[in-house]
Every structure is written in C-alpha cells, then in structure tokens.
Nanobody, 124 residues
Framework: QVQLVESGGGSVQAGGSLRLSCVAS????????MGWFRQAPGKEREGVAA???????SYADSVKGRFTISSDSAMSIVYLQMNSLKLEDTAAYYC??????????????????WGQGTQVTVSS
C-alpha cells in the first residue's frame, strides 16, 4: 500500500524558512514523478514543484528562486525547502506521486497517490 507522509509544516514569519519532508513507502516504480502541491482556503490545489526520477525539477513561477525540491537517491524522501516565505505561501501543502514521468507536473489529476498534508502559515 502506497503511503505518503508529510511533515515540517508550521507557523513562521514572513521572510522565514521551513523545510517540508515527504516520506514515501509501499511502491517500487521505475520512472515516476513526485510533486508538492498546496491549497489555500477557497482556492484550487496548485502545483508548487516536482522532481522526476531522472532528477529533473520543475517549479511554479511564484516560488522560483525561493523554493527548492530535492530527494534522496531512491526518492523515498522528498523535501521542499522554502525560503523567503510570503504571506501568500500560507496553505496546506501536499506531496503526491505519479506513476510516470513529470509530463504535466502541475496537474493534480495526473497524480496517483497523495499524502494527508501539512499546514504552513506565514504571518507578518
């Protein structure tokens, strides 16, 4: 059974940093894509970043230069380092896995499994 467990969320002041972790278990895929998404109240879930099993990475324009996605060699743990946090980064953050390469990494519908989420709150 595939399990994704996020951690590392919390409250931080604007300009601060947090590192989210996603521990993945229960699957042994070849090519696959791990993504981070976020959803603020009243808004749609949006793609934040993704990492392909070939090592390529993708980012939403809103987080480029501030967030970094990384993983261990087996992609069993995926991280999202978030720096220079802004008020608009406040959301529940989710990790997800797609049993394919990151062809539409920003599309929630393409992902097969999801974690339960971790809350990030940025205050002024």
């Amino acid at each position: 059974q595939v399990q994704l467990v996020e951690s590392g969320g919390g409250s931080v002041q604007a300009g601060g940093s947090l590192r989210l972790s996603c521990v993945a278990s229960g699957y042994t895929y070849g090519r696959h894509c791990m993504g981070w998404f976020r959803q603020a109240p009243g808004k749609e879930r949006e793609g934040v970043a993704a990492i392909d099993s070939d090592g390529s990475r993708s980012y939403a324009d809103s987080v480029k230069g501030r967030f970094t996605i990384s993983s261990d060699s087996a992609m069993s743990i995926v991280y999202l380092q978030m720096n220079s946090l802004k008020l608009e980064d406040t959301a529940a953050y989710y990790c997800a896995v797609e049993r394919n390469w990151c062809k539409r990494w920003w599309a929630p519908a393409d992902y097969n499994y999801w974690g339960q989420g971790t809350q990030v709150t940025v205050s002024s």
